[in-house]
């Protein structure tokens, strides 16, 4: 060691880590002076005005709700069709549904799919047709000037169905191609797999289609569909966008005007969720997905917002407590996910999360525990602050939204609501107390509810559950799940 | 004040509502201390957005840092991690928490040219807001411990898993290692690789933050319900007391050359067979952007596009396809994807080509990008609605074009697109220098393009 670095050393170990040379260099080159900054105190979280919609009817007697916005030149048109049987079909009314779907708007009487998409894209249209067991959804999303063209293509798209015996192979193909990717796609599996675990097999929320029922698919049963429902589906209409009330009304009127239909959905058959522990062997994958349902509450429940609050809290958010664990305390994950899905028979609340392999049983214990403690109650007044501002803010940003707020004005009105009873809604969440909020935990997240599903590799998670003290009530592999109903 | 409140359908409307209402004029300013402001009045709703822009990204990781002659990729993003982890007056988790508080949501981005950090909430919220970014701004790196960086790089390796785990994202790394020459600072991901994560010292991080993270290297964007002066004064109380810092050091510069054409294989666990091609194009702001654009469009956006109906439509001969472009401060991209179902890859590309051929002798009809520009006329109006969006773009306006209020420009330019501006940058771009890429499941290796050397992401 040379003479220099040995009295360096030296005079390190006597002054502590700091050589003689850096505290000159501080006493020389004075720190910037910066400033501090104080925030200001946080203001009460305040509901937004909601906006006034006029509501009028169709010559034909659907629903049309009508919302007026100059700011921006785009006009939103949106309309749901109700398939009264949708909500319990299964078997081949079900696949029926499903092959309409993939059908509505692959061509009409005067012209083909091509041409169709061209024809919406040139007067710049965001459009899209969807069948599910709910109905027909139709939405558009257009500039100011381009909606009576748009809204004439898209009523022919629906009106004057006339799907191609080719689309139906192309749909086959597709079915086949998308049951052959299933075993590979993780989150497919996974998502399957919940659904198997908590819905019975006899019921029309069980995706319990298979490779095999691509084949004999005809395209005159969905032609068929789709005229029976738009004879006798309600209909309800909503325009949202820089035309005013007359104009809106006139243009709906002139397309979908003839829309008579008066029944509406059958109710969901209720069902007792399935509970325990699921494990898919996907081989090879070096991330796990874990997930854990507990019941939820159908979408009239009064509770709802109450629930929205509660997710918040607990997985929903940056500042959530599970977040904050898995994330910024354990590194565990890049982000968890919670939500609350409320159909109008039923509901769930889920918490998910995407873990690397050997770190499956270390999550799901923080996760049991923190669900165990919100289940005790101890929500904070700050916890709910922060779950009442932003659930504000959350309608106050939708509002902005043309594209958004016309499915959603439609989607209020189907199921009985209104903007106004959202409205409501939103002031008992903003004076909720946090009593409230451990009353709905106490409700929904009770223990022995839980469905837990996992995804991953059996090889490494399975050894890490046992050793966990964790039951598995069932393992099954990539390839079974896939092909089972 | 935003767009433009124009009289009602059935009385007078103006000559092109959607043009007058991308005609914005906000308040553009710099500070004393370096930060370049803009601010827009929106009175839609009692909201507000705040986008703060650092001229800094990915591409700038490699640039030399004391003791290594190469930087550590993925440090800018790593970087941005930091920023919510705390300063002595609001250490870890109050950042989030006192915009949480307010009913504020926030976000962050990093690509290879900047790094975006993002605010949404009420407008009671402007404040508090623009106090904690100049609180970062002043004083990160004080609170930083080394168990905080550990902490983030593990989450920045698990966000890097998740674009291991995909199929759709994972092949992108390969692609940018291919298409870019040795030395681009684009070559490499913006998350960075798992070895320079795994050593990435505190200091260096600390150290980017000096370098980078002053107010002379940033743009504040804020639209909202506000009244644009009183913002400024706002702006002024809070980031204008961030004390001016040094200019930062020059940017990351272009490297010309060409890529690694081909054919390559990537061998990764995924579903069906897929087929990249890549050109390299121009860089963001370039005056044929736009003709790319339509071009891209023309390619493939849905039934009646000429790849999608040659792939999808008429013959069944992919599961899925996609044409994209890419551009930014460097250079850009031209991408091509095709997904074939357990099928060998060479019939695709065998389509692809004759399409290419089809377009570069005749170029494409003016119907067909007529269809094209009027899907941009869209994007660009309904990217006014979204506060947070709005923000990020007029800061992009400002670097790209120095205006912040460049969208109607922005959208005539695409608009002026002609069939004969289309047909000569595909000529011009989509020439034989060219990225060829196979990316196959290990037991797919059959289907791979003939003669392709293997390829393994960075």
Redesign the interface.
Known sequence: MSPARTFAVLTLGLMGLAGPWARAEEAVVPA?????????A??A??A?RLPEVKSSTLSGGAKALIL???????VAVSARVVWPEGATATGEAQRDGWLLNALVG?GTKVRD??????AL??????WGLTFGAEGLAIEL??????EDAALALLAEAVLQADFRRREVR?VS??WR?GY??LP???RELHDRAVNHLLVPADHPHRAWDVAGDQRGLRAGRAEALLADVLRRGQATVSVVG???E??ALALVERHLGGLSGREGAAPTPVYEPGVGTWLVDRP????AMISVSSPGLSRYDPDVPLAQALIDTLAA???SRLM?EL????????GVNGWIWSGDAQGRLVVAV???EGKVAEAMGVIEAFLNVAFAGGVTA?EL??A??????RT??R?????SMAPWLVELERRGLSLAQHEEDLRRLLAATPADIDRVAARLLTPERRAWVVAGDREVIEPQLEQAGRPIDRIVGAEVLAEER | MLGVVFALTGLTLAADPAMDALRLAPLWTTLDNGLTVVILEDHRAPVMALSLRYEVGAAEDTQPVAGRAVGRTGKAHLFEHLMFEGTPDYPSGEYDRRLADLGADNNAWTDHDATVYQVQGPIDALETALALEADRMAWLGEALGEDVVKNQIDVVLNERLGDEMSDYVYPYYSLDWLLWPEGHPYRWPVLGTRADLNSMPRDELVAHHQRWGGPANATLVLVGDFEAEAALALVQATLGRVPRSPAPPPRALDVVGPGLIGPWLMVEDLAFPQLHLAWRTVPRGHPDEPALDVLAMVMSYGRGTRLDDALLYRRAVATDVSVSTANGRLGGGFYVFVQRADKPLAPALRVVERELERLLADGPSEDEVRRAVASWRVFFISGLEDPELLADTLGECLRVYGDPSCLAAELGRYEAVTAADVHRVARTYLNEDRVLLSVVAPEDARFALPESATVSPP
């Open positions: 910037p002076e910066r400033p501090r900054f104080v925030l200001p946080p203001s979280p305040r937004p007026t916005r100059p700011e921006i030149p785009l692959t799919g091509g041409d169709l998409e061209a894209d040139s007067v710049g249209a965001f999303e257009v500039p100011l000037g381009g192309r193909r597709d191609d052959a990717v590979y796609d993780i820089a035309l005013g007359a104009a090879g994958f070096a991330s958010t940056f500042t904050t994330r910024e305390v354990r590194g565990l994950t890049y995407d873990v690397p700050e602050r922060r009442q501002a932003g659930a504000a803010q106050a940003q509002l902005l939204l043309t594209g």
